[in-house]
């Protein structure tokens, strides 16, 4: 079974050919961030509420990001909200989108291709080869959404993750979107990590769009 991150990077690529939805690097990482924090939690290694992250047990995961994470929480003894931890993850690993999909190369499901832009700028495209996981990522999600299932935990997390990083209408049609997106809403507030992603991108995104509107960075 993959990670919530790893089905996060197979729904955010572009299959055939191999290149990242356009969507804010920063913002995407938050979500993958997130994706980490709620593995963590469906492990029973943290807990959270509203307030407060905690740390359960520290014992190692043998995922060398996942152990790092829970070295980094089990510092703070004052702990600290999802949010913070969100913002704290992303900024520790600065290419946590590139490692991850390095891990779906080497599983044989990404293909890792290289070739030049404007001949001089290195530029990377992962094409799917094997896209089994990433169909039944979808399908499992659409039959959530477009029934009134119940769903299981690891569906409310992914659910979340694709509303966060705006991936919604990737899995469904324009027709079913209006639908999809009332029902994804009430899903997705069954998960406090995942609220808590949602608000670290808001906030990202409006610092960004602050900065373009001072002139600061172009859109």
């Known amino acids: 079974m993959l990670s919530f991150a790893e089905e996060l990077i197979l729904l955010a690529l572009d299959d055939k050919k191999g290149y990242f939805l356009p969507m804010s690097l920063m913002s995407f990482e938050s979500a993958l961030a997130g994706a980490i924090l709620m593995e963590l939690a469906l492990e029973n290694k943290i807990d959270t509420d509203l307030e407060h992250l905690i740390l359960i047990d520290d014992s190692e995961t043998g995922d060398p990001i996942y152990d790092e994470v829970l070295q980094m929480i089990k510092q703070y003894p004052d702990s600290k909200n999802a949010l913070y931890w969100v913002k704290k993850i992303r900024n520790k690993f600065s290419n946590l989108r590139e490692i991850l999909t390095q891990r779906l190369v080497e599983k044989g499901i990404l293909e890792e291709k290289k070739k ?5 700028f290195p530029q990377k495209r992962y094409p799917v080869l094997n896209n089994a996981e990433e169909v039944s990522v ?28 705006g991936l919604v209408d990737q899995i469904f049609s324009s027709q079913e979107i209006k639908k999809a997106s009332e029902r994804i809403y009430q899903i997705s507030k069954m998960d406090i990590i995942g609220q808590s992603v949602s608000k670290a991108i808001n906030e990202l995104q409006a610092m960004i769009n602050s900065a373009v509107s001072f002139g600061v960075i172009r859109a």
């Open 116 to 120: 030049k832009l404007l001949w001089i």
């Open 138 to 165: 979808k399908n499992r999600v659409r039959q959530i959404v477009l029934s009134d299932e119940i769903p299981e935990p690891r569906d409310i997390v992914i659910i979340s993750l694709i509303k966060s990083c």
